[in-house]
């Protein structure tokens, strides 16, 4: 069981004894009906995501991104997805697998809230009981989402502890499940926490890059150069790299949040990035051994990123081998780079993206305008498949208020219209 | 003490000191966070709090997430990060207790394992090569062991994940204590046993630490699950009063842990020393007349 929960060194199960049992009869579950199909499950998850979740979703040819880089750039669009992210993929397979688990209780945290609303629609669509932890900060920057989440009928905690983002969420929600355990199922939102969930996440998740593949061999004749996807706990970027994994030719760039700045400030117990991937050390926090920001007594570092779906101080297990084994390269993107992205998307293409997609479409700009210049960035190649996680509706708000208080070049001014 | 003559006293089944608190009579184990509100305040509590009739005292070393803790006590480890504590300061407060009752250490996992990391960092700056190949669990347990720790206790470490600690420990003579909780299966429970030594951590009832106005039946069911155990049986999570000790005792514990009665009574700073020696001699009386009362143990 233990070669089996980790992925090399990373994974494994440090949860308290009370949840053990939980995650025993999760791991029996997940490998009979996830794995098995047993009583057709992957078969009713696989309907219900075409007919209650708009799948498949396109990959469209994004052909004003493409004459500005020079290179051929497809957008896998899981912004078009039901309820606008990629997160309703795993949180309509928790959720279904929770039914068949006969639980009639769920929790989930949520950062950006796009799990939050993905899980209290699936929760909706299933008829079954859904709450939420969202920390205070992710709740004053993602309001819509917390409306979306109350009209399911789902109850909204806010978890006002520490810096108020999706870690504190995660503890707050991982005590209800300890309490709860016996009728309730924890739907993580995202490649974390302790096995199976990170690579039962990823299965539900890699849905984006079994059609992705199929699609780019479809509408470009072959298979891209490389796949680029934003990475938080890394459930979007484990679900678009998974099946190109064995594709040796196709590079896979995970991108982090680079925040203000790559530095640590260990005084103060913050990093003003969360770039766990490329500047993290291995450790243990939410169950699993993973890279995360800590300082060096192994105290978890609050992170920071403008986007709330990337502000978390740990990455998927999977994900962190997988940059080990220097199969996926860590790259990442600051908070400005990532406003100007949203923006040019929006501009170029009529698509508003996601904050945390931004980042992914950020290193586009990056990866044109560096490797011209000094060849430090690593190259992309001449066909580009970009996931684009979600839409950036729930971000509006903070990009208004960002991008005039930052001098955003490519936003436009509101000013005119206030007040 | 070596490791082989650990290894040979627990073969013999002598006790450790730990398993001696639990000799005689029913033993009061008293949690308090280290460095709430700072490291010298610690000490004069964990003094009162033995004066006070404590045979075990767990000092909780601080870390960010604890997420098997409840209000009280993560606000408490919060004003103890706030006020600078480390690892380094909570080796350097034990040493520096005097107390004749065996303590252990309550922390979790990534603390552990950071600790020879950053032991090895701060002996060489800049051989960062040499600082990933020291990490590990051994420095932290030899550090505990040099301190005065008798026992170390891992609430996010379960028994599978435990074989690296489990080795550490036994070389170093530290106990390595277990929490069984009401949804713990036999199968689990039997490879807990296996390897724990010290005494059975009993979870009262599921969820979080946190002071409560009665006893869930659920401990009477994890106690009684316990019967054939030999080592001492120690129940924690919820316990306040006398009458909560009294019964737990009563219904067959060898002993009781409390922590949040006491991190509330630290928490409001008003004679906090005395409020604590005189809460651990309510809670060490509700026990002992418990045994008084009931020579033969009723069992629900
Ligand atoms: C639209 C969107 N993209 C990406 C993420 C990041 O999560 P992950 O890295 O798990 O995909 C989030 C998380 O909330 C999100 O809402």
Sequence with gaps: ??????????????????????????????????????????????????????????????????????????????????????????????????????????????????????????????????????????????????????????????VDIGSGTLKEAINATMRDWATNVEDTHYVIGSVVGPHPFPKMVRDFQSVISEEAREQIREQAGRLPDSVVACAGGGSNTMGAFHEFVGDEEVSLFAVEAGGSSLSIDEEEGLAPHSASLSTGDEGVLHGARTKLLQNSEGQILESHSVSAGLDYSGVGPELAHLVDEERVTPVNVGDDAALEAFHRLSKLEGIIPALESSHALGYLERASETDARSGDVPDLGDLVVVNVSGRGDKDLDTVIEESDRRDIDAAPSMEVFEG | ????????????????????????????????????????????????????????????????????????????????????????????????????????????????????????????????????????????????????????IVPDLPVDESAPLKEACDAHGLDLIFMVAPTTTDDRLERMLDRATGFVYVQGRLGTTGARSDVSDETHVSLGRLDQTELPKAVGFGISEREHAREIVGGGADGIIVGSAFVDIVASQENVAERLEAKASELKAGALEARAEVPEPERT
Excluded at chain 1, 21 to 41: H, K
Excluded at chain 1, 137 to 146: H, M
Excluded at chain 2, 83 to 103: C, E, H, I, K
């Design chain 2, 1 to 152: 003490m070596s490791g082989s003559e650990r290894e040979r006293e627990i073969e013999s089944k002598h006790e450790s000191d730990i398993e001696a608190a639990f000799a005689d009579e029913p033993a009061l184990v008293s949690y308090v966070a280290a460095g709430d509100p700072n490291a010298e305040e610690t000490k004069e509590y964990v003094r009162a709090l033995v004066r006070g009739g404590s045979d075990v005292i767990e000092l909780g070393l601080p870390f960010s997430e604890p997420i098997a803790e409840g209000p009280t006590i993560q606000q408490a480890i919060r004003r103890a990060l706030d006020a600078g504590m480390t690892p380094d300061r909570y080796f350097d407060l034990v040493a520096d207790l005097d107390v004749d009752v065996p303590l252990v250490c309550m922390t979790y996992y990534n603390l552990i394992y950071q600790y020879g990391t950053s032991e090895a960092r701060r002996a060489s700056e800049h051989a960062s090569g040499e600082a990933a190949s020291q990490r590990g669990v051994e420095p932290f347990v030899a550090a505990a062991a040099e301190a005065g720790i008798s026992g170390l």
């Design chain 1, 1 to 158: 069981m233990s070669s089996k929960s980790k992925f090399g060194e990373y994974g494994g199960q440090y949860v308290p004894e009370a949840l053990m049992p939980a995650i025993e009869e999760l791991t029996d579950a997940y490998e009979r009906y996830v794995l098995d199909n047993e009583d057709g499950f992957m078969d009713e998850f696989r309907g219900r995501l075409r007919d209650f979740g708009g799948r498949p979703t396109p990959l469209q040819r994004a052909d004003r991104l493409s004459e500005r880089y020079d290179r051929e750039i497809y957008l896998k669009r899981e912004d078009l997805v039901h309820g606008g992210a990629h997160k309703l993929n795993n949180a309509l397979g928790q959720v279904l697998l929770a039914k068949y688990m006969g639980k009639d209780r769920i929790v989930a945290e949520t950062g950006a809230g796009q799990h939050g609303t993905a899980t209290a629609m699936a929760c909706a669509h299933l008829g079954i009981d859904c709450e939420i932890y969202m920390g205070r900060t992710d709740i004053n920057r993602q309001r819509p989402n917390v409306f979306r989440m109350r009209i399911h009928d789902a109850e909204v905690n806010p």
